[in-house]
């Protein structure tokens, strides 16, 4: 049987429920890792991450808040959003797959 | 025959303008605050604060001795929420002296004027940016051939709505790119204008997309990208600067679009905005890469001249090189206002600590020039 664990809680940015396999970038020098429909787990959405944002289903966030650079450009890209969760570069692996939760501002994985 | 106006009008202009710009500003934590800013060059504004206020006094004063209108110099500047943007070096100047100071207090009251050609509210004080009056948005409604999502299938509505999100979202930030966190110099967003059945018309024009401060801009095949939607129960609004903020994504919402490139050409179908998309993305990449590779000095050089480039016009028309002076890439070069930027940018982070209230008392006071010491 399938049970949920929470990996992060962060700020609810944008709402939708998205399941995809992470891609963690963690600054700019790792831009090329993203792949299309990937969740962009990054520090802080800036305008130099644009080709690894528009490729994301999913963004999460360790800073920002409500009217953030990141919450702003999801909630105009209509991608699910977490911001603020503080740790996402540090405790999300790279390339696993787990849930955005944009609504209630949750990542979690089902095991 | 010029209407003269009184002390106390000017006063209460003023009082009106820095409450506004204190109010879209003030309340949030400044480092979490859109905009965020790229590389965060924003201590370049207290370089570039008395320089170029002070060159935007001086080319609409000789306009105006020259008999240019106000209606005229605004038609220059392209657009409303691109003149408002030259309010937030206000916050940034250093150690004016009485002339400086009123010489900011006559500039202050023009980029109003300048403001009030476009704007029904210079100061979008209702949260909504309306430049365009009823005739025009008539006008455009029955001249543009407006997608209508409600009368093709579902799934190909929805397939409209991801792209109209997408094309909007990359140019967003593809302006970023461009202008840094004053990104409004090439983006006019504007609405929401009323329709009938409770619908709304919302504008996002993003232009200058191609400005020869950067090379990779250059490659873009069009100028100019305007999003023309028509929505149903949508929830934004715009500050001063012509920023908008909405709590949800506003595409669920689009009942009808139009796209147009260059003003010109109608961009509908799906194969026709992927290629819109595709050139945009292209073109950030390169930008992205371009600007990453840059020395921090150069990024602070690039975000000075965004700045200039407003100006551009106005200088342009005075046969004048609108380049900004290099004494101000000196004075970061060898960090000769270090002390002064340093004291500024500290009552900037001491608004962490205040409430919204507290804070919008602050920064109105730290803007107005009939304050600043």
């Known amino acids: ?111 | 025959m010029v209407k003269e106006v009184s002390f106390t009008e000017k006063n209460n202009t003023l009082d009106r303008l820095f409450n506004s710009v204190a109010r879209s500003i003030g309340g949030e934590p400044p480092f979490y605050i859109w905009p965020a800013p790229l590389s965060t060059p924003a201590e370049c504004e207290f370089y570039l604060a008395n320089e170029f206020l002070s060159a935007f006094h001086s080319a609409l004063t000789t306009l105006k001795n020259r008999g240019r209108s106000s209606a005229e110099i605004a038609k220059m500047l392209k657009a409303p929420s691109r003149v408002a943007q030259t309010l937030w070096p206000f916050g940034h100047t250093t150690d004016l002296n009485g002339a400086k100071r009123q010489n900011l207090v006559d500039l202050a009251l023009d980029i109003v004027e300048l403001i009030s050609t476009y704007r029904q509210d210079p100061f979008n004080e209702d949260g909504r940016n309306i430049i365009w009056n009823d005739s025009r948005v008539n006008e455009i409604i029955l001249s543009r051939s407006f997608t209508k999502l409600e009368e093709i299938p579902k799934e190909q509505a929805e397939e409209y709505r991801n792209l109209l999100a997408k094309l909007s979202g990359l140019a967003w930030l593809y302006c970023e790119l461009l202008y840094f966190s004053i990104h409004e110099v090439g983006q006019e967003f504007h609405g929401p204008y009323d329709l009938e059945e409770n619908r709304v018309l919302l504008v996002k024009e993003y232009y200058d997309l191609r400005p020869e401060i950067w090379e990779f801009s250059g490659k873009l095949p069009y100028n100019k990208v305007s999003l023309m939607g028509i929505y149903e129960k949508v929830d934004i609004n715009f500050d001063f600067f012509g920023r908008n903020n909405s709590t949800k994504p506003i595409y669920p919402a689009c009942r009808e679009f139009c796209i147009t490139l260059d003003d010109d050409v109608e961009c509908s179908g799906v194969a026709q905005i992927e290629q819109c998309i595709k050139a945009l993305e292209e073109v950030s990449k390169i930008g992205s890469m371009e600007i990453a590779r840059l020395p921090r000095l150069e990024v602070m050089a690039k975000f000075v001249q965004a700045y200039y480039f407003i100006l551009k016009p106005l200088h342009e028309r005075l046969g004048e090189q609108w380049l900004p002076p290099h004494q101000i890439y000196e004075d970061m070069l060898h960090g000769t206002k270090k002390e002064i930027v340093e004291r500024l940018y500290e009552r900037f982070r001491g608004m962490e600590k205040k409430s919204r209230e507290e804070s919008i008392e602050i920064l109105s006071k730290l803007f107005d020039p009939r304050y600043r010491m």
């Open chain 1, 1 to 111: 049987m399938k049970t949920t664990k929470i990996l992060l809680k962060g700020i609810p940015a944008n709402p939708g429920i998205v399941k995809g396999i992470t891609c963690v970038i963690p600054d700019y020098a790792q831009i090329d890792k993203m792949r299309d429909g990937y969740i962009l787990v990054t520090a802080f959405s800036t305008p130099l991450l644009t080709p690894a944002i528009i490729k994301a289903s999913a963004m999460v966030t360790d800073r920002g808040g409500i009217l953030s650079h990141g919450a702003i450009v999801a909630r105009e890209l209509g991608i699910p959003c977490v911001v603020g969760t503080e740790k996402a570069t540090k405790e999300i692996q790279d390339n696993i797959e787990v849930t955005v939760d944009g609504e209630r501002g949750l990542v979690y994985r089902e095991e």
